[in-house]
């Protein structure tokens, strides 16, 4: 069946760095999308990044451009989210989900949370001195 399994969250200090990893199974990866969401303790699940089946198109929030990066290494099937410059607003669950909607372009991915079929069960990520 199909599966994403996040991993590589933890405890940071602020303006560190940290390396999630999405790890996937039961799908062809190559074919479709990623996106990289977060949700904060009494907040609303909010986007941060996603990454087009190619990965040659990235979206990232405001928030957290310039500081994160998404990868992906289709042959191994697993996608990145390299975090840098960490805040201690960056701190919440953060999940990676798939979008199976056929038929879209491989440079295309959203940011929506709305789009996304499939996710993981997400990884802490604590920034804090």
């Known amino acids: 069946q199909v599966q994403l399994v996040e991993s590589g969250g933890g405890w940071v200090q602020p303006g560190g760095s940290v390396k999630l990893s999405c790890a996937t199974s039961g799908f062809t990866l190559d074919y479709y999308p990623i996106g990289w969401f977060r949700q904060a303790p009494g907040k609303e699940r909010e986007g941060v990044s996603c990454?087009?089946?190619?990965?040659?198109?990235?979206v990232y929030a405001d928030s957290v451009k310039g500081r994160f990066t998404a990868s992906r290494d289709n042959a191994k099937n697993t996608v990145y989210l390299q975090m840098n410059s960490l805040k201690p607003e960056d701190t919440a669950v953060y999940f990676c989900a798939g979008d199976f909607r056929v038929d879209l372009t491989r440079s295309y991915c959203s940011d929506y949370a709305t789009d996304y079929d499939y996710w993981g069960q997400g990884t802490q990520v604590t920034v804090s001195s």
């Open positions: 990454i087009s089946s190619s990965g040659s198109s990235t």
